[in-house]
């Protein structure tokens, strides 16, 4: 019985494949990416890297197939399909005319007036192509070679089991089939079926989306980078263009132009761009970028090829094929791959309603991952490659194998060996097959130094549990602090539980005792505390005790509106220095003390002992957040087209000293967007007042994140001062604050000689500080970004120049990413 099923499988994908073929140059070499189509339609085809291809079609009867390639004769078959499947195989011939280059006999040049007249109906054409629905296939393929077995001391594996003896094979090969709609500002996809060689519960991640380069734009999106159209309003500013040739397809005048950049660092194309005379609309692409013009240092190369297909109804031509090509490498990686997409069955009038475009913008259609072989081999439109063949025939034959609970038992008890580098790095005991993950964080690194303390463990151990049926998700953390000065033992821990993958919906237990700082989100990171306290004898943190215990829930409401609220009891105690050692200069030490209102007094503490409730509810406005649904899970897309909100009420309650009884009122409006080529624009705006506050502790002052070791490790910028002292302006009363930030990318130093070269970015900014009881705090800043070599980009230099109570202060900024 098994066999007779997969004999019947096996007869019905050439029965439904319909028309098939090889298609070959004259040499009998195949040749990829050729696009067949049925003439007048939106139905259509492309050939894999082999030269094969399948065309489906719905009945039997009477078509013109239609063969194109850049660089070929375009070729017309006349076929009569009685029964399928129907095996047609085509052999094209370069084109001579094709290969002519044309020659400038004038001073004018042919080129710019082809370009310039595109330009002017650029508009006109987008408007043509921009509303539609549309079918959509996508693979995906990524390949490796020699891939090192460790990095940084721990092993990689053998990626997916798709590797050979030399360390090379695919890493990654996906599909995706889905219904794709589309307006002038809207784009939504519906997955209807996505595979993953060697996951049979993955999800693939060929969005439509994010291969939707439209050179109708001014400006291309790629990653978070916008390249300049070759027909783009301003692209005379960009490039150079030259014709190379103009030939006939059918009626059709088509003009190949040479597009090249006029710097190397431009984020422009090079390659060739194929216009129709005209209606001036695109025919074919065939560009490519480099990582140095995406300001993608980990990027090579990357090709896009797209081609085009007339309609004699609609009167345009619509994209038909693309493919993208791509080369990236780092930390002895070195990886190549392809995306292909295949459009069809264009609607030009698709009569959109209200309710088409909603902030779901991708959904898939439940077991969309579940889709057997057959189903696959039926409405493929571009046959696998031998390749790819090879890569889903071995994944899938092991991946039954992978899951099981022996062959998980035994890769974990290799990985779960303790090593050496578990002293720097920290240890992990894993069960994959129970999904469940023990972290036991480095003895080394999580040491740290500070005066109250001094050398103290800080060792955190954590917990992490999936619960993959019922989408549930476990963690427990813990922290054994204790202090080789001070002589004290401090542990604290939390639990927290999230009850689906969806609204996300948490509860979460906390408590303990531990050593914290003033300003609750912690400005100064342990890391630079102990650096600057040993080697420059700059205590900056200011810490007090803390014993606490907390309740918390969150979830999300509705789409875009989320909100969360914890229960906190606290005892509070003040603390002190207990030590003065240093590594250099010991016989000269001018430690601070641990009270931050008066750093000289080391015998008085900055506020009482004392206990306090505190009852806190935030709620954040994401407005028109857009959306990704699985059927189990929902994961927000935080592209800031629209601002963020957050408002936040804490009541502090219940104090053993009722004059520190509190409430507080804040709100926090966000946004990070792009600006065009001209780079991305940041604000962060705050405003907050204490009601009803008689003599509030000072822990429960606003502190403002300030800095003091000019050194930035967080990457963000929009939520600290550059030069502020951490405690100088906290307030007890009502304030706000204000950060600015554009971030020009390489918009205008790729213009300027050397600092093209170099890759720099610059980056200019402006803080403001307003509280009741001082007059305005200000910074300006002036800043040079992506600065490193090659393709490691680790450092950010600002000058800042600060204003307060009339006196100015400069300084410099350092801002470390990895």
């Known amino acids: 019985m098994r066999y007779c099923l997969l004999l019947t499988a096996f007869f019905s994908i050439p029965s439904f494949s319909q028309v098939t073929g090889l298609i070959t140059d004259k040499n009998n070499t ?15 085809t492309t050939t894999n890297n082999d030269g094969n291809y399948i065309l489906n079609l719905k ?44 020659v400038v006999s004038s001073k004018e040049n042919p080129a710019n007036r082809i370009i310039r007249s595109a330009i002017a109906r650029r508009k006109e054409n987008l408007q043509k192509t921009e509303k539609y629905t549309a079918d959509f296939y996508s693979r995906g393929i990524f390949r490796i070679k020699n891939a090192p077995k460790k990095i940084l001391g721990q092993e990689i594996g053998d990626m997916g089991g798709g590797l050979d003896s030399t360390r090379s094979g695919v890493i990654y090969l996906s599909e995706t089939i889905s219904k794709i709609s589309k307006n002038q500002q809207k784009f939504k996809e519906r997955i209807i079926a996505s595979k993953v060689s060697g996951d049979d519960n993955g999800f693939s991640f060929n969005q439509a989306s994010d291969v939707n380069f439209n050179l109708y734009d001014n400006l291309v999106q790629i990653n978070e980078t916008t390249i300049i159209s070759p027909i783009a309003t301003y692209a005379f500013n960009y490039y150079n263009y030259q014709l190379i040739n103009s030939y006939y397809e059918d009626e059709h005048l088509i003009n190949k132009i040479k597009v090249t950049a006029k710097r190397t660092t431009d984020n422009a194309f090079n390659g060739y761009i194929y216009i129709v005379e005209n209606n001036w609309q695109i025919y074919a692409t065939d560009l490519s970028v480099t990582g140095k013009q995406l300001q993608e240092p980990i990027l090579d190369t990357l090709n896009i090829k797209q081609n085009y297909l007339y309609s004699t109804k609609d009167k345009l031509w619509s994209l038909f094929s693309q493919s993208i090509d791509f080369m990236f490498g780092m930390f002895g990686f070195k990886v190549d791959g392809r995306v292909t997409a295949v459009y069809s069955n264009y609607n030009f009038n698709p009569g959109f309603t209200k309710k088409t475009f909603t902030n779901e913008v991708l959904s898939f259609e439940d077991k969309a991952n579940k889709k057997d072989t057959v189903f696959w081999n039926t409405i493929r439109p571009v046959p696998l490659t031998l390749e790819e063949r090879k890569d889903y025939k071995l994944k899938d034959s092991i991946k039954v194998v992978r899951k099981s609970k022996k062959y998980l ?45 001094g050398w103290h463990t800080n060792m955190n151990v954590s917990f992490f549990k999936n619960y993959k049926e019922k989408h549930q998700r ?13 002589k004290q033992f401090r542990a604290s821990g939390s639990v927290t539980y999230e009850f689906n993958q969806k609204t996300r919906p948490f509860i979460s237990i906390a408590g303990g005792r531990k050593i914290s700082q003033f300003n609750a989100s912690n400005p100064i990171s342990p890391v630079l505390n102990a650096a600057s306290s040993l080697f420059f004898e700059r205590n900056y943190a200011k810490f007090y005790d803390k014993t606490f215990a907390s309740i918390g829930y969150g979830r999300e409401i509705v789409n875009g509106l989320r909100f969360r609220s914890s229960l906190t009891y ?11 050692y240093v590594t250099f200069n010991r016989d000269a030490i001018i430690y601070s003390s641990n009270n931050p209102l008066e750093p000289d007094n080391f015998t008085t503490a900055a506020f009482e ?3 306090i409730y505190k009852f806190t509810v935030v709620t954040t406005i994401r407005f028109k957040q857009e959306y990704i649904s699985l059927p189990d899970r929902k994961f927000n897309l935080w592209d800031l087209k629209y601002p963020r909100l957050q408002l936040q009420y804490t009541k502090g309650f219940g104090a053993s000293n009722s004059k520190y009884n509190y409430d507080f009122m804040q709100a926090n409006l966000y946004q990070d967007f792009s600006i065009g080529n001209k780079g991305t624009f940041a604000y962060n705006l705050t405003a907050g007042k204490f009601l009803k506050t008689d003599e509030l502790s000072f822990i429960d002052y606003k502190h403002f994140n300030g800095n003091q070791t000019h050194v930035n490790l967080t990457g963000s910028y929009t939520n600290s001062y550059y030069l502020l002292p951490y405690y100088d302006l906290s307030t007890n009363s009502e304030y706000a604050e204000a950060h600015v930030q554009h971030h020009f990318g390489g918009y205008l130093l790729r213009k300027v000689p050397l600092f093209n ?39 950010r230099i600002d000058y800042v120049r600060s204003n307060f109570n009339g006196v100015s202060g400069d300084g410099f900024m350092f801002g470390f990413s990895f």
């Not at 992990?428 to 036991?440: A, P």
Request: aromatic letters at 16%; a positive charge.
């Open 757 to 795: 070269k170099l890759q720099w970015e610059l980056v200019v900014g402006g803080k403001a500080l307003f509280t009741k009881e001082n007059k305005p705090y200000t910074e300006y800043s002036i800043g040079l970004d992506n600065i490193g070599f090659g393709k490691f980009r680790f450092l």
């Open 609 to 611: 002992k004392h206990d």
């Open 570 to 580: 606290e005892n509070r105690k003040p603390v002190f220095n207990t030590t003065n």
């Open 30 to 44: 195949p040749l990829p990416f050729v696009n067949i189509y049925v003439k007048d339609s939106y139905i259509g």
């Open 59 to 102: 009945k039997t009867g009477d078509y013109t197939l239609i063969f194109q390639f850049l660089g070929y004769k375009t070729v017309k078959k006349d076929i009569s399909i009685t029964s399928f499947p129907y095996q047609l195989n085509v052999v094209l011939q370069e084109d001579a005319v094709a290969l002519n280059e044309v």
């Open 474 to 486: 476990l963690w427990v953390n813990t922290v054994l602090d204790y202090g080789l000065s001070d």
């Open 409 to 453: 038992d035994s890769v974990d008890m290799k990985q779960n060996k303790f090593k050496v580098s578990s002293l720097l790095f920290g240890y992990n005991y894993r069960n994959s097959f129970k999904d469940w993950n023990l972290h036991i964080g480095s003895p080394i690194l999580n040491s740290m130094f500070n005066t109250v303390q």
